[in-house]
């Protein structure tokens, strides 16, 4: 009887190690999180948009929290998504703008990603879509904390039979496949498939790491232009084209929503949906809404940096809610970081952890301040709280422009001038009426918060050097 009792007591206590890192994981979400590419804060049915439902969405939005003031860290391609996976400003790491094809420049190794930091986590990763850190062999994915990457390594308009860009002799446009080369997307019918290929593809990563957590990044190409649906969506919308490809992309959410319930993950998943950047508003029914806020893409008002943000984990995050506080892509991060025990870059970051107000907590308010850094590294505007500094600077503009058809873009002049004036977003969240001259206080405090930016990251208008400004990665070849 006693050895059979010790026998108990030993396979009890087997049995209790061996399921540590099972019972653990409930400490380690599986994180997704989508990234579209020129999605506009008027673009889902949920934020108000019009044509067409976005009904995955809109379902994702009444099971979590959407958030009504979030900003993308920057209003371009490349640099937007150097934030995103840093958390740092991204002319902090010296990146820029939308990196071309063969460019020398891309993400510098010594700069530590969400993924890497997850992987120390025992985390899988996998990015199926598009990249735009660097399309050289040392910049992508693989070397930056990624398991698996299928995806195209920058904009697919960087892409020889794109008519707006025929002139730019942009070479052929692959998709990447690890590190390799694999098939050339050489017509719209090619790019019409980038959409179902990459949702396929996730899928199947969450059914093979289903027994691990797992970090799954979905970088949509689209609603980027060329617009491209698949026959299944072609027509299916009252929009046009933009809205056959929206109706297509919240299909995608769907199918990745639907797999996470089915291999029983629903309860340890948090799901994060957002934008890389407003509309291209010169491309016209291509382009989507800003929602009503002022300017788009390539521009520091709110209708460039202002974007959709939804974010969904059943029983953890409220469900049905609306949050207006300040957050930006910097902030995910280290929330994520947070809620997985992962630890933070070593270097210097930019982002906040905003775990709390995430759980609900509305006493809290992670971020107060943001700096609107845009082309190399001018600081054309500063916000803190409510209150918004836009400084003397020459820009894009979309208004007062004939926008284009069918594909083509119209002009979006970029040297508009734009005169210093300071806004209450709370009363004014389309930023035309100037208010400096009655709030002389605020232009000061704002002034003040200007100047430890350019003491901290440069600032091209004033021609200041930022003191904590690292490199970008520069090719050795």
Not at 3 to 10: D, Q
Not at 62 to 71: I, P, V, W
Not at 153 to 160: E, G, I, L, R
Not at 179 to 189: R, V
């Amino acid at each position: 009887m006693k050895k059979l009792i010790a026998a108990v007591l030993v396979t009890v206590v087997l049995s209790g190690f061996l399921s540590l890192p099972t019972s653990r994981k409930a400490d380690r979400p599986n994180v997704i999180l989508f990234f579209m590419d020129d999605l506009g804060y008027g673009d889902l049915s949920c934020y108000g948009a019009l044509g067409y439902q976005t009904p995955n969405l809109d379902r994702m939005a009444a099971e979590g929290t959407r958030f009504t003031n979030f900003l993308a860290a920057q209003a371009v391609c490349s640099a937007s998504r150097a934030a995103l996976l840093t958390g740092c400003y991204p002319n902090r790491i010296g990146l820029y703008g939308a990196l071309g094809p063969k460019s020398p420049l891309g993400l510098n190794s010594s700069e530590e990603t969400l993924p890497e930091l997850l992987k120390e986590q025992g985390y899988a990763t996998g990015i199926f879509g598009k990249w735009h850190l660097g399309d050289r062999p040392q910049f992508l994915p693989l070397q930056h904390g990624f398991d698996e990457y299928y995806g195209v390594p920058y904009s697919h308009d960087m892409w020889p039979l794109h008519p707006a860009q025929a002139r730019a002799k942009y070479p052929t446009l692959h998709l990447i496949e690890g590190d390799k080369p694999g098939k050339a997307i050489n017509t719209l019918e090619d790019a019409s498939e980038l959409t179902g290929t990459f949702t396929q593809k996730a899928v199947q990563f969450i059914r093979n790491h289903k027994k691990d957590p797992f970090f799954l990044y979905i970088p949509h190409p689209l609603p980027h232009v060329p617009l491209a649906a698949s026959p299944r969506f072609r027509g299916k919308s009252s929009r046009g084209l933009f809205g056959d490809v929206m109706m297509e992309l919240d299909w995608s959410v769907g199918q990745i929503l639907d797999e996470v319930k089915k291999q029983g993950l629903d309860k340890n998943t948090i799901v994060i949906f957002t934008s890389d950047n407003g509309p291209w508003l010169n491309y016209g029914d291509h382009a989507g809404s800003s929602g009503g806020f002022r300017e788009g893409k390539g521009t520091s008002f709110d209708g460039g940096h202002r974007v959709p943000c939804i974010i969904r984990w059943p029983g953890v995050v409220p469900a049905g809610k609306v949050n207006n506080k300040l957050l930006t892509t910097l902030d995910i991060l280290p929330t994520i970081a947070s809620l997985s025990g992962a630890r933070l870059p070593k270097q210097k970051i930019d982002g906040v952890d905003f775990k709390a107000l995430l759980k609900g907590d509305d006493s809290v308010t992670p971020r107060e301040s943001f700096y609107y850094y845009y082309r190399r590294n001018s600081l054309e505007a500063v916000r803190k709280g409510d209150w918004k500094l836009v400084f003397a600077h020459e820009g894009r503009s979309y208004e007062g422009q004939r926008p284009g058809t069918n594909g083509l873009p119209g002009p979006a002049p970029e040297n508009h001038p734009f005169p210093m004036a300071l806004y209450d977003l709370g009363r004014d969240p389309g930023e035309r009426y100037d208010v400096k001259d009655q709030y002389p206080a605020v232009v000061a405090e704002l002034q003040k918060l200007a100047d430890e930016a350019r003491d901290d990251l440069g600032d091209d208008i004033t021609k200041r050097a930022g003191k904590g400004v690292r490199e970008s990665g520069v090719t050795s070849n």
